[in-house]
């Protein structure tokens, strides 16, 4: 073959493989009210506070007080509420929908628990925070931390070393909590627990994770609206 044909060759094939990309769009369906309602069902079953003198409670903060509607009231999105589209190398003419919402409507909440209790890391940073809690309630009641608008701790005064130590353990905890809600939905949705996949759903998972936080925080406690602005919960 000539060097002429060869070039005429490769630029052939670059026009072909052009021509056969595709457009493919990517839809993810988040059910908030259903996120929100395995959060705090995680938290009630997996976070066992232990009862120490003058810093421990028996209940997880404001569950009592959760009030969760029933499944038969629920709507659910008739359209997702987060897509993205990417560009792959395909045949002439073929596009592809790799969304894949096929939920049963009254048991999301309840799929989305069962899928995080698989997650070994996941159960253990709930069993972790709830060691834990009665230092972080005591950090939350003196405002030396708050309840941040992502779903994490944010520190508004002075921490000793075992508090700093505390602090940045229940982040982690709260890490990987988070990213496993965001591994659940991404999987119940039909699609692959790819990291790209995970991190755009997070920032969701985050939001209602948060929303949970503010909910049952204790009067006094200072809350992060989702506005950015801090407030003191009533």
């Given at each position: 073959m000539t060097t002429k044909n060869l070039f005429l060759l490769t630029i052939l094939t670059f026009f072909?493989?052009?021509?056969?990309?595709?457009?493919?769009?990517?839809?993810?369906?988040?059910?908030?009210?259903?996120?929100r309602e395995a959060y705090i069902s995680l938290e009630q079953e997996l976070?066992?506070?232990?009862?120490?003198?003058?810093?421990?409670t028996d209940e997880v903060p404001g569950t009592t007080e959760s009030v969760v509607e029933p499944q038969s009231l629920k709507t659910y999105p008739k359209e997702p509420l987060l897509k993205y589209r990417r560009f792959i190398t395909l045949w002439r003419g073929i596009s592809l929908d790799l969304s894949n919402f096929a939920w049963a409507q009254d048991n999301i909440a309840r799929e989305i628990t069962n899928e995080i209790k698989k997650m070994p890391e996941v159960v253990q940073a709930f069993q972790s925070r709830g060691k834990r809690l009665g230092e972080i309630n005591k950090l939350l009641s003196e405002r030396k931390v708050g309840e941040g608008d992502r779903g994490l701790l944010v520190k508004l005064g002075s921490l000793?070393?075992?508090?700093?130590?505390?602090?940045?353990?229940?982040?982690?905890?709260?890490?990987?909590?988070?990213?496993?809600?965001?591994?659940a939905i991404v999987g119940i949705n039909g699609l692959e627990p790819t990291g790209e996949n995970i991190n755009r759903v997070a920032?969701?998972?985050?939001?209602?994770?948060?929303a949970v936080r503010r909910s049952e925080a204790k009067s006094g406690w200072q809350i992060q609206l989702p506005d950015g602005k801090w407030?003191?919960?009533k």
């Open positions: 072909i493989c052009i021509s056969s990309c595709a457009t493919i769009t990517v839809n993810v369906y988040f059910p908030a009210e259903e996120v976070l066992q506070p232990e009862d120490e003198e003058g810093t421990g000793s070393p075992q508090e700093t130590k505390e602090f940045n353990a229940e982040n982690n905890d709260r890490k990987i909590i988070v990213d496993g809600m965001a591994k920032p969701e998972a985050a939001k209602q994770f948060a407030g003191t919960k």
